[in-house]
């Protein structure tokens, strides 16, 4: 690395963790806003969970059109699929769906049927983390909906994070509502009527792909419906390595 491009990373490095510390108490819309004012291409990820959509909202109030992307794993709930079509009627937002490579069959062709069953790492890795990566191209801010308090995994989550493409270009991380619980997102969308996935009324506090989500008892973990408890995370989220 020429000493420019040490220059360059140092400054980058520099002003993120600032902006982070600055940010760290700050409400979410002002992540927001801050992530819209400073980043040219930014997009915003959901698999239109909870957390998603109170972001939706609130990005279209402060930049509208909003660019959102979301991964269709060819395995999801039909409510999860009307739920993204309703926002996109909604709201002012560009919706792209990314999609594996490889369609179903031709995944049961060279894996076997049942990949989630199996190896869920691999079908996660196929159907959610590779169309993730394509989707992620040229984005300088990834807006996400993640929270510290979701579970272990995600316990040390800043609200700006800074990691980066292949080519080594920067790619930093928004995490707006780091420091929100549950009751704090759906405070919100019931205040400003925003749709939500009528499974999370039915027992699902956590909702990815039909196969792989199952109810849970009130007094379960949030995500303890996912993978039959293998694991916690489908590796959209820890595919890149964080920078300090």
């Not at 609200?159 to 920067?170: C, K, M, Q, S, W």
């Not at 997102?185 to 792989?212: A, K, M, W």
Request: charged content about 25%.
């Amino acid at each position: 690395m020429s000493a420019t491009a040490e220059t360059a990373g140092a400054s980058e490095a520099g002003a993120v963790a600032a902006a982070a510390a600055a940010l760290s108490h700050a409400r979410p819309e002002a992540i927001l806003a801050y992530a819209f004012e400073h980043y040219r291409r930014v997009a915003l990820s959901t698999a239109f969970g909870p957390e998603g959509c109170a972001l939706i909202h609130m990005a279209c109030a402060i930049a509208p059109p909003v660019a959102v992307f979301t991964v269709d794993t060819g395995y999801l709930f039909p409510e999860s699929v009307a739920l993204q079509e309703r926002f996109a009627e909604r709201y002012p937002i560009t919706l792209s769906v990314f999609e594996s490579d490889l369609s179903l069959v031709e995944q049961a062709r060279i894996h076997g049927p049942r990949l989630y069953e199996r190896d869920p790492d691999l079908c996660c890795a196929l159907r959610k983390v590779e169309p993730t990566a394509r989707a992620l191209r040229g984005i300088d801010a990834w807006i996400a909906g993640l929270r510290r308090d979701q579970g272990q995994s995600r316990a040390g989550l800043a609200v700006l994070e800074r990691y980066a493409h292949d080519d080594g270009t920067p790619l930093v991380k928004v995490n707006p509502l780091a420091s929100w619980s549950r009751a704090d997102t759906f405070r919100y969308l019931l205040e400003h009527d925003v749709p939500y996935n009528p499974l999370l009324d039915e027992g699902y506090p956590s909702i990815g792909c039909q196969p792989c989500t199952a109810p849970v008892s009130a007094e379960g973990a949030e995500r303890a419906g996912r993978w039959g408890g293998r694991k916690q995370e489908c590796g959209i989220h820890t595919f890149l390595d964080r920078k300090e």
